[in-house]
């Protein structure tokens, strides 16, 4: 019998499945071989995103699961674990969360804290051997991205950013239209993401646990939507400070506005904001405009070109950016939303942070390149 057919009728038996468990290697490569075992995602941090995108989206996953949460609130452990069927041995909390090295259903650890704890669980999850979803932005400054990448490359784990509009098909088209120049060469782009917050102890305006304000929460997403729109990486920035309500944002910037200048010549105008509402991102060419609107939404996205409406089916973007990077995993490809990408835009936030602080156009030679 060959090898194939070995590992296959071992996983249709029930007798099979008895004997692979008292053998894990072979259960393993026989669930990788045939791609149907489902890695098991344990999440750090039972917040909005978990509770409310995360968590769910692993339900419709087909490739994970939710198998483990980490969390520092003993009251979710018991509302998680009956909600979810977790199993107590899959509860972890900050503390004891090193020893989840001995749990062999958690393959990949999904880190959704305030931005200052990713570079730390990151790193430990790589040392305990698993591989590693971070949430954006990837980290406070390059340096932990480089230390991020370093963990999970010397511990051989696969490391990814919880960049899910990668995944969405609005912006797959945007990316197309834009790369493919379908209307002709770009002659300029726009994008802008806001929302009011008023919470006076809210992390994000806490630079110490956020590392900065809505640039790293939603700009990001201007900048990441006007280099993939584009597929140029731009060559300068400059910025300003616009921030109405200098009071309530004494730590981080309430409001800012951004440009950045690309090699073949047009800018990106893009925009963020926690005071403030915006949801954009708009490219003129040479035929036309095309843009979506509620571009950055997890869901409702409506897309429009010279021809008309986008006609895409919505999905659910983080089921899908799990699902892939399981893929990724069980195949061993690389995954298009690594942590490179994620220093990428740590790096650019950096660059639009001096500019706004120097008041003067901040030249980007020695910008990581990955587009
Ligand atoms: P949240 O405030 O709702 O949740 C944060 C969680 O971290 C809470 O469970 C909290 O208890 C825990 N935590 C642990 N230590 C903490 C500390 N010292 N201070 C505050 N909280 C602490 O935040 P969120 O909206 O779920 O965001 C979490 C991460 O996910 C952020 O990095 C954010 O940028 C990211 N996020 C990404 C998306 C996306 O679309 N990809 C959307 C929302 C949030």
């Given at each position: 019998m060959k090898r194939r057919q070995f590992l296959g009728s071992l996983i249709a038996t029930g007798g099979g499945l008895a004997m692979a468990s008292s053998f894990p290697s072979i259960l393993q490569a026989a669930s990788l071989q045939n791609g149907k075992g489902k890695l098991g995602v344990a999440l750090v941090g039972l917040g909005n995103y978990s509770a409310g995108q995360l968590a769910p989206a692993l339900q419709q996953t087909e490739h994970c699961y939710l198998a483990g949460i980490v969390t520092g609130t003993p009251e979710k452990e018991q509302?998680?674990?009956?909600?979810?069927?977790?199993?107590?041995?899959?509860?972890?909390?900050?503390?004891?969360?090193d020893s989840i090295a001995n749990n062999k259903d958690i393959d990949i650890v999904y880190v959704v804290l305030p931005n200052s704890m990713h570079a730390e669980y990151t790193i430990r999850a790589a040392q305990a051997g698993k591989h590693v979803i971070c949430e954006k932005p990837m980290a406070i400054d390059v340096e932990d991205?480089?230390?991020?990448?370093?963990?999970?490359?010397?511990?051989?784990?696969?490391?990814?950013i919880g960049y899910r509009l990668h995944f969405d098909p609005f912006h797959k088209k945007m990316m197309e239209l834009g790369q493919q120049q379908v209307y002709g060469k770009l002659t300029q782009l726009s994008s802008g993401f806001a929302f009011v917050l008023r919470d006076p102890n809210a992390w994000r305006i806490n630079k110490e646990l956020s590392g900065g304000g809505p640039l790293v929460?939603?700009?990001?997403?201007?900048?990441?939507?006007?280099?993939?729109?584009?597929?140029?990486?731009?060559?300068?920035?400059?910025?300003?400070?616009?921030?109405?309500?200098?009071d309530?944002?004494?730590?981080v910037e309430g409001s800012l506005e951004w440009e950045m200048v690309f090699p073949s010549g047009y800018t990106s105008k893009c925009y963020t904001s926690y005071e403030d509402q915006a949801n954009y991102l708009k490219a003129e060419a040479e035929k036309g405009t095309f843009e979506l609107s509620s571009a950055f939404s997890y869901g409702g996205i409506?897309?429009?070109?010279?021809?008309?409406p986008m006609n895409l089916v919505a999905v659910n973007q983080q089921a899908l950016q799990m699902d892939d990077f399981a893929i990724c995993i069980k195949q061993d490809k690389a995954t298009i939303v690594p942590g490179e990408l994620g220093m990428r835009d740590v790096y650019l936030i950096e660059k639009i942070y001096e500019a706004a602080e120097t008041g003067r156009p901040v030249m980007l030679q020695n910008i990581p390149r990955f587009l």
């Open positions: 509302q998680w674990a009956e909600k979810y069927h977790i199993p107590q041995g899959n509860i972890y909390n900050y503390d004891n969360f991205c480089h230390k991020m990448i370093d963990a999970c490359n010397k511990a051989g784990k696969k490391l990814s929460d939603l700009g990001i997403y201007c900048v990441q939507g006007s280099i993939y729109t584009a597929g140029e990486l731009p060559v300068s920035i400059t910025a300003k400070n616009t921030t109405k309500d200098k309530f944002f004494r730590q409506q897309g429009k070109t010279p021809e008309g």
